[in-house]
């Protein structure tokens, strides 16, 4: 597992049965393999940085869609949806803005169950 995310994270979601139905679909599947796991994880910072790095972000709660794009799927699957769940899961706390330490780690949060559920190592 990679470093700063511990194996009980994902065992907790594995047994959480709203996260645990989150899962990608072929269309989502095939979106990875044509733009690369590289720019996926682009996409998922970029997605952290403007949806979920704010103190306060815009609709938070319901700024991330359930569909559309395999980031999104890995996020509800990873409580990494809104801040909330974030501080729920994960105990980051909410009202601050999060520090380059934190998205770094909700990145790497996401693009771990992306490889779980690609087949990915």
Known sequence: MGKGID?????GLKR????SRFKLKPKELEY???????????HARDFIIKR???????NDGKQTPMRGHPVFI??????????SCLAK????KAHKEL????IDYVVEVLMRW??????GS
């Open 52 to 58: 979920l790095a704010p103190a306060e972000p815009k």
């Open 99 to 102: 520090s380059g330490c934190e």
């Open 89 to 92: 899961w994960h105990k980051i």
């Open 114 to 119: 992306i490889e779980l559920n690609t087949g």
């Open 32 to 42: 990875i393999q044509q733009k690369g796991i590289d720019k996926i994880q682009e």
């Open 74 to 83: 890995a996020q509800h699957a990873t409580a990494t949806c809104c801040r």
């Open 16 to 19: 959480s049965k709203f996260r």
């Open 7 to 11: 194996d009980k994270l994902f065992e």
